[in-house]
């Protein structure tokens, strides 16, 4: 079974619309990282986030982390079409060696 | 620069039968992880294998096994297989076995009838 969740499980916007997907998990972890799927292919590493960080960017991208609350969240501003994708969060954890551990993602579809 | 390659891109197999995949790490990386898809559902850690050995094992059972070479390419192996094998599996390649920024090949599709 995987650990945390992720919401919404979809999310439906018009292009120029922000999106914003959360995450959260059960157990400490060593840093977060949140991959983009299309079409149930391979996933492409968007962005990490250390446990001591709070914030990060890159481009669109932004990844909040609040270890207090245990969750994370991804803003993808001014969406386009192709960011149609599924995103998932993956935790790192270090259990006596590194894990790590996917949730069940947020399907976005962008609307042209 | 060759990123993730894994073959075959899809697969049939019978229920009872074995089956082996293949996973090429991108170049420079000498970790590769293998990952099993469930159709909508995220991905779930097989194990790891670091230096030809295995490093880390997710809740599989024993019929999952694997293998890395010398020159970091790494095969799984499922025996028996059963219906709920059927999935996509990624293999994911890494520096070191931290974790840090994995690229992922674009998998193989197996389904098991």
């Known amino acids: 079974s995987q650990q945390g969740e992720e919401d919404p499980q979809a999310l439906s916007i018009q292009e120029g619309e922000n999106a914003t997907m959360n995450c959260s998990y059960k157990?400490?972890?060593?840093?977060l990282q949140w991959y983009r799927q299309n079409s149930g292919r391979g996933l492409v590493h968007l962005i990490l986030?250390?446990?001591?960080?709070r914030e990060k960017h890159s481009g669109r991208l932004r990844v909040t982390l609040d270890t207090s609350k245990k969750s994370s969240s991804l803003l993808i501003t001014a969406s386009r079409a192709a960011d149609t994708a599924s995103y998932f969060c993956?935790?790192?954890?270090?259990?006596?060696?590194?894990?790590?551990?996917f949730g069940a993602g947020t399907r976005l579809f962008v609307k042209a | 620069d060759a990123g993730v390659t894994q073959s075959p891109t899809h697969l049939i197999k019978t229920r009872g039968q074995q089956v082996t995949l293949r996973c090429s790490p991108k170049?420079?990386?000498?970790?590769v992880s293998w990952y099993q898809q469930a159709l909508g559902q995220g991905p779930q850690f097989i194990f790891q294998?670091?230096?030809?050995?295995?490093?880390q094992r997710g809740n599989f059972p024993d019929r999952f096994s694997g293998h890395q070479f010398p020159n970091y390419s790494s095969e799984l192996n499922v025996n028996a297989l059963l219906l709920g094998d059927s999935a996509l599996y990624l293999c994911?390649?890494?520096?070191?076995?931290?974790?840090?920024?994995?690229?992922f090949g674009p998998g193989t599709r197996l389904t098991v009838t």
């Open positions: 157990t400490s972890i060593n840093n």
């Open positions: 994911a390649s890494s520096l070191g076995t931290t974790f840090y920024e994995q690229y």
């Open positions: 986030i250390r446990s001591n960080e």
């Open positions: 170049s420079g990386h000498d970790t």
């Open positions: 294998y670091y230096e030809e050995e295995e490093r």
């Open positions: 993956a935790r790192v954890v270090d259990t006596g060696g590194f894990k790590t551990i």
